[in-house]
């Protein structure tokens, strides 16, 4: 007998998907927990932001504006951008989700690069596209195998620069040389989730190859830098052509009321977005040489992350530091998922957390 027989069926190939899975955040009972496993601002909210939320929690009752226009007002005079040209959505997922839904179907193919952000090949998934999976060339992604992976069947290439888990970025000319690389009708989209932190004169995020393409998407997110990850807040920037094609698709209130209003304060706040840069200046940098003091190999990072390397020797590998590390409450990231078995992603923290996870690891790597 089928024991799918009186069910409901998904669509072909939903259940090839594999279920998105956050950091952990949960260590032993009774232990005080230091979470470094999502890459969350040790810095928190900006006040502002904070103020702004809360001033809304007696109109609780009424739809936010369906078009997010005092947000992309601000994101526009943030960045010099036309706030017309701007789609605002729950987080940068929603607009990835977004942007696969509007090109992609089944026939038709996405690329993205090995170690890339897990939500692509869900995007691509959902929606009957296959994804085609390009290798990095020491944790970066390389424009040349990306190429080689494009097909007539390609409608869009995903391109997290700089990328998680890895930390690593390509500079903008390599993004250019991409994007001639690819048909006019192929989307090429720029996860610029961590453009903040980058302090590299060859990078750019992206928005003017996006004013002057049709087929190039940016995207940015509230959830990292500016500290709004319980809020679920992100934007694309645009050509005119696809911003209509993302408005036409998104829910007519996608984007919340305390979320739109935390959105304006924090980028008024440029002392509080300074200071969580700097923090992650000073501390990534330490944090990367006192890890390689270790022994460990440390990808560089322009992120607010390292991706740590582990022995491949019994007892010190990644899973055997993670199992020692949550015992005592630090919570770093697993890597299997992107195909990082022996690798741990740990996001900058504040001091106590940072200097706390050397001193667990130095321990942790003590002779038997």
């Not at 526009?76 to 942007?99: F, M, P, Q, T």
């Not at 996405?110 to 020491?138: D, Q």
């Not at 697993?334 to 130095?362: C, K």
Request: with cysteine.
């Amino acid at each position: 007998m089928n024991e799918a027989a009186g069910k409901p069926a998904p669509r072909p190939g939903i259940l090839d998907i594999a279920a998105y899975v956050p950091g952990k955040s949960k260590g032993p009972a009774g232990v005080a927990v230091r979470k470094l496993s999502s890459n969350e601002t040790p810095l928190g909210a900006s006040p502002a932001a904070i103020e702004a939320y809360r001033g809304l929690a007696d109109r609780l009752e009424l739809y936010p504006d369906g078009t997010a226009g005092a947000l992309r007002e601000a994101v526009a005079a943030r960045y010099g951008l036309n706030a017309d040209h701007i789609v605002c959505g729950a987080g940068s997922d929603e607009l990835l989700s977004l942007i696969a839904q509007a090109f992609l179907g089944p026939g038709d193919e996405a690329v993205f690069t090995r170690h890339g952000f897990l939500v692509y090949e869900i995007a691509i998934r959902t929606n009957g596209a296959a994804p085609v999976v390009a290798e990095e060339v020491g944790h970066r992604a390389d424009v040349d195998n990306i190429l080689a992976c494009v097909t007539d069947k390609t409608k869009v290439v995903f391109l997290a620069n700089p990328n998680n888990p890895t930390g690593t970025y390509i500079p903008i000319e390599e993004v250019r040389r991409l994007h001639r690389g690819l048909a006019p009708e192929t989307v090429l989209v720029i996860d610029a989730a961590y453009a903040e932190y980058v302090r590299r004169n060859d990078y750019e995020a992206g928005i003017e190859l996006v004013s002057g393409s049709q087929n190039v998407i940016m995207t940015r997110t509230f959830s990292k830098v500016f500290g709004l990850a319980a809020l679920r807040l992100g934007w694309a920037y645009a050509p005119p052509n696809i911003a209509d094609v993302l408005n036409r698709i998104r829910g007519p209130f996608n984007v919340n009321g305390p979320a739109i209003a935390a959105g304006v304060a924090a980028l008024g706040d440029r002392a509080h977005l300074e200071a969580a840069v700097e923090h992650n200046d000073v501390w990534l940098e330490k944090v990367s040489v006192a890890l390689r003091d270790l022994g460990l190999h440390v990808t560089p990072s322009v992120g607010n992350f390292v991706l740590v390397h582990f022995p491949d020797e019994d007892g010190k590998r990644a899973p055997d530091a993670d199992e020692f590390l949550t015992a005592r409450g630090l919570i770093l990231r697993r890597m299997e998922n992107y195909h990082l078995p022996n690798a741990l992603r740990m996001t900058i923290g504040d001091a106590e957390a940072n200097e706390a996870v050397v001193a667990a690891l130095a321990e942790f790597l003590e002779p038997s």
